[in-house]
């Protein structure tokens, strides 16, 4: 067989690669002991319509202010300057559906779309400023209200499709959004998800909302509220239309995404228009390295930060080709990534260790009967990734020939932290760790009283200075940002992550440090099962924790004290399941479910939550002098011998 292009291009990698750190050592001394002037410079990536006053302005720390009075729109960046220049035809995604449709939209295509969608928003009374939700799939209609909301200046909020009412209506009410933009439905795994409904069910507690934009995809039926619902294709034409980009100021924001934390409701990190931008851009390149020629698939979903960054923006303003695929990646069958991969040849690939891990467990045989040679690259983000299946990404799917790029960073940070520098030469990888931090991150790590701990201690990490990709605040709660980000370390970011820096310098990212759990990647509150459980008329208390899983990283468990009058209800187990997977999310949905006479409890009434987990996963609970009841302890030890007994038989 004649080999493609492509695939003619894939050297071994240390010819590929530029192996060796000396650029990058030179360019991360240079980001720290000159920030500014290598800031200015690195802000030139995008287009700006005006220059800013200063490059960081700290009078307001923690609310850093990056590139202020600059004037700049995402939208323009990722759209209008590569139709102006020499992209116009270029695809900017290549978009497969679980059914294997398949649409290539252009950068011309996208930018008539993104114009269009633009004039329908303002044309229903859409403004600067005002806060949109869209709750969509991954259709190209998601990065086309994102980039028609960036391009009028409006705040958009993506709440990922498989949040259920409850989750949806609190991020509705909390961004007091003026409009939704959702789809009738979707398919899933072959299953239908039903997204105009679960609106209509949030809606119900909601009074900001004054329009739904409703595209069709499922062709599910649907109700249509009459001076409220409106369909997409109705209010849409593909007329040449140009918008006018708004110019945003730096530090006006972008969007706002909703993420879990310790204590109460998801906290809405707020994303500015101009250093997020900067830094999405500069990541992707360092750590990428991605050629104008390349196909970029990021495998995740469009509704989290990584989708935000790394499907729509980073690539966008990098003028790259990404595949854009709306389905399950085990969906018709365990080998559906390896053959689209072959099918369109895609050059670097980024996806997490729960999907490694799951396609890892099919077994070789399934990429193997792929021709996988157009990769370069392989990376991973959103958890730890474990040695074994790291190696088993590396040889096996990367043939040994691509680097593995371990991106660690959040919500809150925009865009990678800690990630090998590719594009600035590759150090050689240890598998496990992200390596080194990209340029301008300043990372240490450090114990309880916030001093430095030994090379090769775990720790907690913290940055001791601000990056432009920072979030800027927390929607409706700045008071929220400074305490829980800024004040435990005195002032340095402090993200809740675990981690050591060994004796050659490379960060090992070992998992949250608080009681924030991170199923397949995604990081969900215990704070909000929780509150779900107790919330339902039957539970009187709930205490819920992550269990190892070699999987999925963690998966959830709950142990529940019913009400006396539901005791003897069998069918409670269920029902719960039922309500948090309609009222959060299938995500949420607990693994185990728990029902026990009593929690332990402190004597002011806390519950212990660390003990649960402690005594459930046969661990020492740690001090429990101060427990009111002990004979709690005990029942959770049989409820969860009984468990396993019964899961065993
Ligand atoms: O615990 C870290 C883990 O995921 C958390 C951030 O979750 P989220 O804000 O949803 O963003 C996920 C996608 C960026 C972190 O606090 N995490 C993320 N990437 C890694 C990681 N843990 C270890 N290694 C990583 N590469």
């Known amino acids: 067989m004649a080999k493609s292009k492509t695939q003619s291009n894939v050297l071994p990698m240390s010819e590929v690669f530029h192996p060796g750190i000396e650029t990058y050592k030179q360019v991360y001394n240079e980001s720290l002991e000159k920030p500014d002037a290598f800031w200015e410079k690195q802000a030139q990536v995008l287009d700006w319509f005006q220059k800013w006053d200063k490059v960081l302005d700290e009078s307001e720390a923690p609310f850093y202010k990056w590139f202020p009075n600059g004037k700049i729109n995402a939208s323009y960046n990722a759209l209008d300057r590569h139709v102006n220049r020499n992209r116009r035809n270029k695809a900017a995604f290549i978009w497969i559906s679980e059914n294997d449709e398949e649409k290539i939209v252009t950068y011309d295509g996208l930018y008539l779309r993104v114009n269009n969608f633009a004039k329908s928003l303002k044309d229903l009374g859409i403004k600067k400023g005002d806060r949109i939700i869209i709750y969509l799939p991954m259709i190209l209609e998601a990065p086309v209200a994102m980039l028609a909301a960036a391009r009028i200046g409006a705040v958009f909020s993506f709440v990922f499709a498989g949040f259920g009412a409850g989750a949806l209506a609190e991020r509705m009410n909390d961004s007091k959004a003026k409009l939704v933009i959702t789809a009738d439905g979707f398919q899933r795994g072959g299953k239908m998800v039903k997204l105009k409904d679960i609106v209509d069910e949030a809606l119900v507690q909601v009074s900001s909302v004054e329009s739904v934009v409703v595209v069709r995809r499922g062709r599910n039926d649907i109700q249509m509220q009459e001076g409220r619902d409106i369909w997409w294709h109705d209010i849409v034409s593909r007329k040449q239309i140009y918008v006018e980009p708004e110019w945003m100021d730096a530090n006006d924001p972008l969007y706002i995404l909703y993420t879990s934390g310790t204590t109460g409701k998801p906290k809405g990190a707020v994303h500015g228009n101009g250093g997020y931008s900067v830094w999405v851009a500069n990541t992707m390149k360092w750590a990428f390295n991605p050629q104008e020629d390349d196909r970029w698939w990021c495998a995740a979903d469009i509704g989290w930060v990584t989708g935000h960054s790394y499907i729509v923006f980073a690539p966008l303003f990098l003028g790259l080709t990404s595949i854009m695929y709306e389905g399950a990646i085990t969906y018709p069958g365990p080998d559906r990534m390896w053959e689209l991969i072959e099918r369109y040849r895609v050059n670097l690939l980024y996806t997490s260790p729960t999907a490694i891990r799951t396609l890892m467990r099919y077994g070789e045989k399934y990429p193997e009967m792929h021709d996988l040679s157009s990769l370069r690259v392989l990376g991973t983000v959103g958890e730890p990734i474990n040695p074994a299946a790291w190696k088993w990404y590396y040889d096996i799917i990367g043939k040994s020939n691509s680097p593995i790029i371990d991106t660690y960073w959040q919500t809150e940070t925009g865009g990678f932290m800690i990630a090998p520098p590719l594009g600035l030469g590759l150090p050689p990888l240890k598998p496990g760790s992200g390596t080194f931090p990209m340029p301008g991150v300043d990372p240490v790590i450090l114990d309880e009283n916030g001093i430095e701990v030994a090379p090769g201690e775990k720790g907690f990490i913290a940055y001791k200075r601000p990056w432009p990709g920072m979030f800027m605040t927390l929607n409706n709660d700045p008071e929220r940002f400074k305490r829980t980000y800024f004040e435990k370390f005195n002032g340095m970011y402090y993200c809740g992550d675990y981690a050591i820096k060994d004796n050659d310098g490379y960060f090992w990212l070992l998992g949250r440090a608080d009681e924030v759990l991170n199923i397949s990647g995604h990081r969900l509150g215990t704070i909000e099962i929780e509150d779900a459980l107790i919330a339902s008329h039957e539970v009187a208390e709930a205490a819920v924790f992550g269990r190892p899983d070699k999987v999925k990283g963690e998966v959830i468990v709950a142990f529940i004290v019913v009400k006396d009058q539901y005791e003897q209800d069998g069918e409670i ?77």
């Open 573 to 649: 187990v269920g029902k719960l399941r039922k309500k948090i997977r309609a009222d959060l999310g299938p995500i949420y949905v607990p693994e185990e479910i728990h029902v026990v006479k009593g929690l332990p409890k402190t004597r002011s009434g806390k519950i212990m939550r660390r003990v649960v987990k402690a005594v459930a996963l046969n661990e020492v609970p740690g001090d429990i002098s101060t427990l009111e009841n002990s004979a709690s302890v005990e029942e959770i030890k049989d409820a969860i011998e009984g468990f396993r007994r019964e899961a065993s038989n």
